[in-house]
T-cell receptor, first 113, second 112 residues
Framework: DADVTQTPRNRITKTGKRIMLECSQT?????MYWYRQDPGLGLRLIYY???????NKGEISDGYSVSRQAQAKFSLSLESAIPNQTALYFC????????????FGQGTRLTVV | DQQVKQNSPSLSVQEGRISILNCDYT??????FLWYKKYPAEGPTFLIS?????DKNEDGRFTVFLNKSAKHLSLHIVPSQPGDSAVYFC???????????FGPGTRLSVLP
């Protein structure tokens, strides 16, 4: 099983619908992140959480919200999806020690029509 | 304005030759740098990292060079193999903030 699991892997939704992307991890890491990938823009940070009681906005948080249900679970919600939120979304985790790498899930391809 | 830049969107190299992927950054507070590799339909996977106290880090066929004065790093792959064909992301972080900033990626194609 993957260390970082994202569900669903693919989703097509209509404009205005609410959608939740889920992420769970078995690495025991406190830090969790949500990124989106767009062509030519790389990975941009949406939200991050350093522990269950800590939620922080990233570079592009508008239109998104998150919930850290447990150390191992971090979900991303689009309250009212719009077409320019069509992207590849990645969840990542990282240990609490300085200068360590992040581990990514396999991604969720979201299409808003 | 992008803090981490990868100015070559794509690169093609012959199998067995050296691949050199470049990355430039603007934030002088960055002190930890990583390279990630991404295959289609998969998440990015960590490849190699370097701390600002070093100017070179090597792991098998992969070597990362850091030139702090030029705010430039590069990833060398020698020899290149077809399985190295992927998108490579450069990422940087500052110890105080610890969030990574990613470049836009370079698509490497290694031709047999």
């Amino acid at each position: 099983d993957a260390d970082v699991t994202q569900t669903p892997r693919n989703r097509i939704t209509k404009t205005g619908k609410r959608i939740m992307l889920e992420c769970s991890q078995t690495k025991g890491h406190d830090r969790m992140y949500w990124y989106r990938q767009d062509p030519g823009l790389g990975l941009r940070l949406i939200y991050y959480s350093f522990d269950v009681k800590d939620i922080n906005k990233g570079e592009i948080s508008d239109g998104y919200s998150v919930s850290r249900q447990a150390q191992a679970k971090f979900s991303l919600s689009l309250e009212s999806a719009i077409p320019n939120q069509t992207a590849l979304y990645f969840c990542a985790t990282r240990g609490g020690v300085l200068n360590t790498e992040a581990f990514f899930g396999q991604g969720t391809r979201l299409t808003v029509v | 304005d992008q803090q981490v830049k990868q100015n070559s969107p794509s690169l093609s190299v012959q199998e067995g030759r050296i691949s050199i992927l470049n990355c430039d950054y603007t934030n002088s507070m960055f002190d930890y740098f990583l390279w990630y590799k991404k295959y289609p339909a998969e998440g990015p996977t960590f490849l190699i990292s370097i701390s600002s106290i070093k100017d070179k880090n090597e792991d098998g066929r992969f070597t990362v060079f850091l030139n702090k004065s030029a705010k430039h790093l590069s990833l060398h792959i020698v020899p290149s193999q077809p399985g190295d064909s992927a998108v490579y992301f450069c990422a940087a972080s500052a110890s105080y903030g610890q969030n990574f900033v990613f470049g836009p990626g370079t698509r490497l194609s290694v031709l047999p």
